[in-house]
């Protein structure tokens, strides 16, 4: 049994040097089990298990996902080639695309790439954590907390800070007192979430409060930040989103083992091997800081978290949970639909926020109407 | 906490009763105090001398026009909204399911902003089109739980409302994009308030409570055998499938007529049925009852609160009812183990 | 050989090039610092109310613009503008809250002229675009439209024409006054926005309500408003009367004032109102009264006042 778990790692490839594998690799002979391809490097005494499916997932959305972004460079309100697309990405196009392309586009690509990402990991992870589909940070207030900051910051009760620091702020601010109030029930099951959607009322209230107490321009000030928007976005916030989500993505890859675990029940995943709390707490603080710092780049854009792996869980085996799809599905859904936020109804923008729910919204409800499988 | 009924049915209908006539003084006292205070310079002393005989116009006019109609919508919005929690909760045997955390509301509201958006304006239409609203938004919520056997997963419910409500949300956010003459109204919509509110909404919604009412009066013992198990009830001659409409249907009036008065206000379906458990025990009926003293109570100290905080202004009432209420709900799942229904 | 002649043709290019720019430039105290501009400006970019009015007014067109707050398009009374002197509809680059910066390079601007809200990261992109003016008129104050309008007129080297039209407005202001004093028909006023659940009282520092200063009319705000905010917080129908003066001017958001009137009848605590029984409620285009800015929308505003006040 520890062995399955074991070979049902998620991602591409994780350096397989137990011991209880150590002779077989270095033995050239070894069959790789069904639905797995070995790749082998006898001389170190490396193999890696690398699953069909998986694989051919993630080269499948890393492909979908950069024809995405050459869309996304060459779509807007000049209509560019590929061609040009790539000289001005290399310098050499006239003066005007290349600021096109380079100041205004691939800024915001990088945005929506890096923000779709840690929503979707960030999602995947409270998912498994919390062993249902719908949860995502969001529902547990960790978005709700970061706009009510964000928003109190710009109706000028912020003390001077700049919205994405406080919307770093009020994310784990919310994160920290979901985790308070659950304390003794510890990060497990429901009581976790309910509080969760409990404080997320609260700061909701508090937004709701603040907006409607404020003048009309100071709301559309915040307007971006209630729905969720990639204009013009602050690059200091993405590069650190950028840092945190190479690290998170590590993290999450590394923790897969407890992962796949963390699905069954408490009991099968102590017998598994697995410290089930300290890996929930894990779990539970990658999945609120990769939320935090995107919602500090984009504000709630919540839905992601919930189309990202779902995505990802309808393409990949049940067998483990699908980490590195669901990144690379977020960051491909967040492409898309700001994509068509910005050439849709062009010259006027729809917020990717908005975007995401009309379009996640029916899907959304498809997922709810039809019978559940039976692990997330 | 759970006495058995052939042990002690005599003395809980004592302390039944007690309670009851604790809770109507209070409701009465609440009431009054509703009259007697506003956000405006009218205070219980000018509203007092009215009784005596003194000619103030203004505080004649404030009392009469402006507090008592809002003092009886809130009375029966808590009726509705506490009632229509209570269904719920027993309905789904989950003492989290909430028709603002479960959707509904949203649900309702979202309904009304569309016919807005779609250039209706009529009043009269906005009651049907929340209550159908409401309605939608209940099946949606409820079909994901399945109804049966989600006894033993109380959030699966309550994380599909609030995607749900989620959805709405931004839903509505789009309406406002789309169409700017309808944000004013849309955005008064989105958060529940009881002012500036007139008698003739309330005798609109009227008959939809009342139809309600008499539902909730037919299903009340079903709903108590339902709550034996589905096998009890069927054997004691009741139709469980049924019953769960007849119930989802009432919520829907309720919730679709709360609605369309004070705009959605969250949480009220769940410290009412709460607060009423914790006095009736267990048993529906019971619970029902006391919800109708309960709800109203809550509301309009809540709407009291809302009134005088910021005056000259107002708060609106969703809020405070969402800032008092949350910290109901972590309560409700910090006891040492859910109530189970 | 080739090489450095074709290098010292660039360079020299570069050098004229470059003296002309000085000899063109104009610098303009902005916001964000001192911005030289081009001296003709052709391809203006507004990206606000103010801005927009006051090209206009200084006989500039914009080729691009943003529709106005509630609204999908440019304020109605630039449109009648447009058309009665048949000129060319800005083409649209967004709204005062979400502007498309692609729209605004796609449209080659060589100015652009914006609110003073206008936030850092966005003025960072637009100023590699065009010089971009931002005024620094932040505290709110009644006579902001002016300043900026000055600013936009310098921007425009179009100081005559912004100077000239103010001068009208004034002059028109004063004649008004001097009319409504004969007809004595002055007295205090409020200009409310009606909510659905009460009225937000307007600051006195808007334009509109500095015009109706100017015309002679005594405007308050019942002390309701906080310091630098352009209106209350929704007022509870209990303390309607702080807002029943000689006129009630009566917006909503969007532009149709007759519908906030019906809706504020439905209360009754309105209809008890003082200045609704003398019939002095006047409806107002949202659009026009709260959200517009600059020499036309002040005509637009005198006009509205002289029929309502004098008939």
């Given at each position: 049994m520890k062995n399955t778990a074991k070979q049902s790692l998620s991602g591409v490839a994780l350096p397989h040097t137990s011991t209880a594998y150590h002779e077989e690799a270095s033995a050239q002979a070894v069959a790789a089990p069904q639905g797995y391809w070995r790749a082998a490097l006898p001389r170190y005494g490396v193999s890696v298990l690398l699953e069909k499916r998986a694989l051919v997932v993630n080269i499948g959305l890393s492909a979908a996902l950069l024809a995405a972004c050459v869309l996304y460079l060459s779509l807007g309100s000049v209509t560019l080639s590929p061609?040009?697309?790539?000289?001005?990405?290399?310098?050499?196009?006239?003066?005007?695309?290349?600021?096109?392309?380079?100041?205004?586009?691939?800024?915001?690509?990088?945005?929506?790439?890096?923000?779709?990402?840690?929503?979707?990991?960030?999602?995947?992870?409270?998912?498994?954590?919390?062993?249902?589909?719908?949860?995502?940070?969001?529902?547990?207030?960790?978005?709700?907390?970061?706009?009510?900051?964000?928003?109190?910051?710009?109706?000028?009760?912020?003390?001077?800070?700049?919205?994405?620091?406080?919307?770093?702020?009020?994310?784990?601010?919310?994160?920290?007192?979901?985790?308070?109030?659950?304390?003794?029930?510890?990060?497990?099951?429901?009581?976790?979430?309910?509080?969760?959607?409990?404080?997320?009322?609260?700061?909701?209230?508090?937004?709701?409060?603040?907006?409607?107490?404020?003048?009309?321009?100071?709301?559309?000030?915040?307007?971006?930040?209630?729905?969720?928007?990639?204009?013009?976005?602050?690059?200091?916030?993405?590069?650190?989103l950028g840092i945190g989500l190479a690290l998170g993505l590590v993290a999450a890859l590394a923790l897969a083992r407890s992962l796949t675990l963390l699905r069954f029940k408490d009991a099968i995943a102590s017998g598994l091997g697995t410290a089930v709390k300290v890996g929930r707490l894990q779990v539970l603080l990658l999945s609120v800081v990769l939320t935090a710092l995107a919602v500090a780049v984009a504000g709630p854009v919540g839905l992601v978290a919930l189309i990202g792996p779902e995505i990802a869980r309808s393409l990949s085996s049940a067998r483990h949970v699908p980490i590195?799809?669901?990144?690379?599905?977020?960051?491909?859904?967040?492409?898309?639909?700001?994509?068509?936020?910005?050439?849709?109804?062009?010259?006027?923008?729809?917020?990717?926020?908005?975007?995401?729910?009309?379009?996640?919204?029916?899907?959304?409800?498809?997922?709810?109407?039809?019978?559940?499988?039976?692990?997330? | 906490?759970?006495?058995?009924?052939?042990?002690?049915?005599?003395?809980?209908?004592?302390?039944?009763?007690?309670?009851?006539?604790?809770?109507?003084?209070?409701?009465?006292?609440?009431?009054?105090?509703?009259?007697?205070?506003?956000?405006?310079?009218?205070?219980?002393?000018?509203?007092?001398?009215?009784?005596?005989?003194?000619?103030?116009?203004?505080?004649?006019?404030?009392?009469?026009?402006?507090?008592?109609?809002?003092?009886?919508?809130?009375?029966?919005?808590?009726?509705?909204?506490?009632?229509?929690?209570?269904?719920?909760?027993?309905?789904?045997?989950?003492?989290?399911?909430?028709?603002?955390?479960?959707?509904?509301?949203?649900?309702?509201?979202?309904?009304?902003?569309?016919?807005?958006?779609?250039?209706?304006?009529?009043?009269?239409?906005?009651?049907?089109?929340?209550?159908?609203?409401?309605?939608?938004?209940?099946?949606?919520?409820?079909?994901?739980?399945?109804?049966?056997?989600?006894?033993?997963?109380?959030?699966?419910?309550?994380?599909?409302?609030?995607?749900?409500?989620?959805?709405?949300?931004?839903?509505?956010?789009?309406?406002?994009?789309?169409?700017?003459?309808?944000?004013?109204?849309?955005?008064?919509?989105?958060?529940?308030?009881?002012?500036?509110?007139?008698?003739?909404?309330?005798?609109?919604?009227?008959?939809?409570?009342?139809?309600?009412?008499?539902?909730?009066?037919?299903?009340?013992?079903?709903?108590a055998?339902?709550?034996?198990?589905?096998?009890?009830?069927?054997?004691?001659?009741?139709?469980?499938?049924?019953?769960?409409?007849?119930?989802?249907?009432?919520?829907?009036?309720?919730?679709?007529?709360?609605?369309?008065?004070?705009?959605?206000?969250?949480?009220?379906?769940?410290?009412?049925?709460?607060?009423?458990?914790?006095?009736?025990?267990?048993?529906?009926?019971?619970?029902?009852?006391?919800?109708?003293?309960?709800?109203?109570?809550?509301?309009?100290?809540?709407?009291?609160?809302?009134?005088?905080?910021?005056?000259?202004?107002?708060?609106?009432?969703?809020?405070?009812?969402?800032?008092?209420?949350?910290?109901?709900?972590?309560?409700?799942?910090?006891?040492?183990?859910?109530?189970?229904? | 050989m080739r090489h450095t002649l074709l290098q010292r043709g660039l360079l020299g290019m570069l050098i004229s090039g470059l003296l002309v720019g000085t000899a063109q430039a104009r610098t303009l105290e902005t916001a964000y610092g001192d911005v030289e501009v081009v001296d003709h400006p052709e391809r203006v970019v507004t990206l606000y109310e103010g801005a927009l009015d006051a090209a206009l007014a200084a006989g500039v067109t914009p080729v691009g613009a943003v529709t106005t707050r509630g609204g999908d398009n440019v304020a109605e009374y630039v449109t009648d503008y447009l058309h009665a002197n048949e000129l060319e509809h800005p083409e649209i680059v967004g709204v005062v809250r979400e502007i498309n910066i692609e729209a605004v390079l796609a449209q080659q601007p060589d100015l652009i002229l914006a609110a003073a809200?206008?936030?850092?990261?966005?003025?960072?992109?637009?100023?590699?675009?065009?010089?971009?003016?931002?005024?620094?008129?932040?505290?709110?104050?009644?006579?902001?439209?002016e300043a900026e309008a000055r600013l936009f007129g310098q921007a425009l080297n179009q100081e005559e024409a912004i100077e000239e039209a103010m001068a009208a407005v004034d002059l028109r202001a004063a004649e008004l006054a001097a009319a409504i004093a004969a007809a004595d028909v002055g007295g205090t006023a409020f200009l409310a926005r009606w909510m659905p659940s009460g009225p937000m009282v307007m600051s006195t520092q808007l334009i509109a309500t500095g015009l109706l200063e100017k015309v002679g009319l005594d405007v308050q705000d019942a002390g309701l408003i906080k310091a630098d905010s352009a209106h209350s917080d929704v007022l509870s129908l209990e303390n309607l009367s702080q807002v029943d003066g000689d006129w009630l001017f009566l917006a909503t958001l969007n532009d149709d004032g007759q519908a906030a009137l019906e809706s504020a009848k439905q209360s009754a605590a309105f209809n008890r109102l003082n200045v609704v029984q003398s019939e002095r409620v006047v409806p107002v285009n949202g659009q026009l009264w709260s959200s517009a800015n600059g020499p036309l929308a002040a005509q637009a505003i005198l006009d509205d006042i002289e029929n309502a006040l004098l008939p």
């Open positions: 061609n040009a697309v790539v000289a001005s990405l290399v310098g050499r196009g006239d003066s005007m695309t290349t600021f096109m392309v380079q100041q205004l586009r691939l800024p915001r690509l990088i945005a929506a790439c890096f923000t779709g990402a840690a929503f979707a990991l960030a999602g995947v992870l409270m998912q498994t954590l919390a062993r249902n589909r719908l949860a995502t940070p969001g529902i547990i207030g960790i978005d709700n907390g970061a706009t009510a900051f964000a928003v109190a910051s710009i109706v000028g009760l912020g003390v001077g800070i700049a919205p994405p620091a406080m919307a770093l702020a009020g994310a784990t601010t919310a994160a920290v007192l979901t985790f308070g109030l659950a304390s003794g029930s510890g990060t497990q099951g429901y009581r976790f979430i309910v509080a969760g959607i409990g404080v997320g009322a609260v700061f909701g209230a508090v937004t709701q409060l603040m907006l409607a107490r404020v003048a009309i321009d100071t709301a559309n000030a915040a307007y971006p930040w209630t729905v969720g928007s990639l204009n013009a976005r602050p690059a200091s916030a993405v590069q650190l590195l799809a669901a990144t690379l599905a977020g960051a491909l859904v967040m492409v898309l639909a700001d994509l068509a936020g910005r050439t849709l109804f062009a010259p006027i923008e729809i917020p990717v926020g908005v975007v995401t729910a009309v379009v996640g919204g029916p899907w959304l409800l498809w997922i709810l109407m039809r019978p559940q499988r039976s692990r997330p | 906490m759970l006495l058995t009924k052939a042990g002690s049915s005599a003395r809980w209908r004592c302390s039944s009763r007690h309670w009851m006539l604790i809770l109507l003084t209070a409701l009465v006292a609440v009431s009054v105090v509703s009259l007697l205070i506003g956000a405006g310079s009218v205070g219980p002393r000018q509203v007092l001398g009215l009784i005596s005989g003194s000619d103030h116009a203004e505080a004649r006019f404030i009392v009469w026009e402006l507090r008592a109609p809002r003092t009886l919508i809130g009375i029966a919005v808590g009726v509705a909204l506490g009632v229509a929690g209570a269904l719920l909760q027993a309905v789904s045997r989950n003492p989290l399911a909430e028709p603002g955390l479960l959707g509904v509301s949203a649900g309702a509201a979202f309904a009304v902003s569309l016919a807005l958006v779609l250039g209706a304006s009529a009043a009269t239409l906005r009651i049907p089109v929340a209550q159908l609203g409401a309605l939608i938004g209940c099946v949606c919520v409820l079909s994901v739980a399945r109804l049966r056997g989600v006894g033993n997963d109380p959030v699966r419910l309550v994380l599909a409302g609030a995607a749900f409500s989620g959805l709405l949300g931004s839903l509505s956010a789009l309406m406002l994009l789309y169409d700017q003459r309808a944000a004013d109204e849309i955005r008064f919509w989105v958060v529940g308030s009881l002012a500036g509110r007139r008698l003739d909404d309330l005798w609109a919604v009227l008959p939809s409570l009342l139809v309600a009412g008499a539902g909730v009066v037919l299903i009340a013992r079903p709903l055998a339902l709550a034996l198990g589905e096998r009890a009830a069927s054997g004691l001659g009741h139709r469980p499938g049924l019953i769960r409409w007849l119930a989802v249907g009432c919520v829907a009036l309720l919730v679709g007529a709360a609605t369309a008065i004070a705009g959605p206000i969250a949480f009220v379906g769940l410290v009412v049925p709460f607060v009423a458990r914790a006095i009736a025990g267990p048993d529906i009926r019971r619970t029902l009852w006391f919800c109708l003293p309960v709800g109203p109570l809550i509301v309009l100290t809540a709407d009291i609160i809302s009134r005088v905080v910021v005056a000259p202004s107002e708060l609106p009432l969703g809020v405070l009812t969402a800032l008092c209420g949350a910290p109901v709900l972590i309560a409700v799942v910090r006891a040492k183990r859910l109530p189970m229904l | 809200q206008l936030p850092e990261e966005q003025y960072q992109l637009l100023s590699q675009i065009a010089p971009t003016v931002v005024p620094h008129t932040q505290p709110l104050a009644a006579d902001n439209w």
